[in-house]
């Protein structure tokens, strides 16, 4: 089956930086689109990035000239780096893409990373 596991969460001072990884495992034909998303307590869950195959990319309008997301085909991971990170950023971020797998195309979740930005 395909899994999409996050890392590069934790703890960082506000001014900061992280990057995030989103790797994709199973038995992948290609990835058409990724994205990131956030979810702070008692929030509802906001889309925060879009990058499709072609590499065409979309930005929150709060996150726009900070976060960059990009891709590695060939291995199948996404990544978000996060700069200039502020305490509002403080969430648990997941990635979702749309992944060809075998004959099928579906829509993956990731379970999660922490990234909190405190003084």
């Known amino acids: 089956q395909v899994l999409l596991v996050e890392s590069g969460g934790g703890l960082v001072q506000p001014g900061g930086s992280l990057r995030l990884s989103c790797a994709a495992s199973?038995?992948?034909?290609?990835?058409?689109?990724m994205r990131w998303y956030r979810q702070a307590p008692g929030n509802e869950r906001e889309l925060v990035a879009t990058?499709?195959?072609?590499?065409?990319?979309n930005y929150a309008d709060s996150v726009k000239g900070r976060f960059t997301i990009s891709r590695d085909s060939a291995r199948n991971t996404g990544y978000l780096q996060m700069n200039n990170l502020k305490p509002e950023d403080t969430a648990v971020y997941y990635c979702?893409?749309?992944?060809?797998?075998?004959?099928?195309?579906?829509?993956?979740w990731g379970q999660g990373t922490q990234v909190t930005v405190s003084s």
């Open positions: 979702n893409a749309f992944i060809h797998s075998g004959s099928s195309y579906s829509m993956y």
């Open positions: 199973g038995s992948i034909f290609s990835i058409s689109v």
């Open positions: 990058i499709t195959s072609g590499g065409s990319t």
